[in-house]
């Protein structure tokens, strides 16, 4: 079997609501993205990585990390996705599949990147995604969170918003039967070329959720169980939390 060319892509744009210029923020003595690219660059499964990105700013600071294998694609700014910037950024790639790294995400752990490659491999998937059990009641009704619901197989269902699925009796048992969906993502690249240029459907445009424009378009989308959700940085004091994170590992 011929090795699959694997890129990892990470979206970085410069505006953040709660955060602007959130790729640059300083976390520990490094900028985010630079903490993101260390993470992912020790990935096995990574042939390249790009930061794609809309500033020359977040560019220029790529290239000055001078991390092996990680370069700055910039990419229009009025994508109205991280997904739309990807795409961008392999329209001209040599790979057979294309991950989807979250820039916010300086605790990356490499291991789901190779396990997300490994799925496409071993499977006739279109994608690949991830889930975490949900532990408690508050994150469960939080819209913020959204609920992943998938077959034996681990083929996607459905994602929501609402706490699903929903338990019509209070005594039922629902051990393992809530998981937070994860927003890390990997396509056959034909795939994701194939999902941008769909336009949003009505349970998208519901619920907020890009994902289901796959769904909707029948895709074949595994969803990996692992333990861990992550910590994604969206205020000062996600950094906080994190640079708590590295100074305990230290």
Known sequence: MTKQRTIGVIPARWASTRLPGKPLAMIAGKPM????AEQVVQAKSLDAVLVATDDPRIADAVASFEIPGVEAVMTRMDHPSGTD???EAIANADCDVVINIQGDEPLMDPDLIDQLSEAMTAGDWDMATAAAPIENDEDL???SVVKAVFSADGQA???SRA???FVRDAQTDT???HWRHLGIYAYRRDYLLKLVAEPPC???NIEKLEQLRALHIGCRMKVLQVAD???GVDTPEDIERVEAILAAQE
């Open 157 to 159: 269902l459905y994602f």
């Open 202 to 204: 009505a349970l998208e």
């Open 175 to 177: 051990a393992g039967a």
């Open 85 to 87: 910037r990807i795409a």
């Open 163 to 165: 706490p699903i699925p």
């Open 141 to 143: 009704q939080n819209p």
């Open 33 to 36: 993205i630079q903490r993101v």
């Open 229 to 231: 959700v992550g910590i």
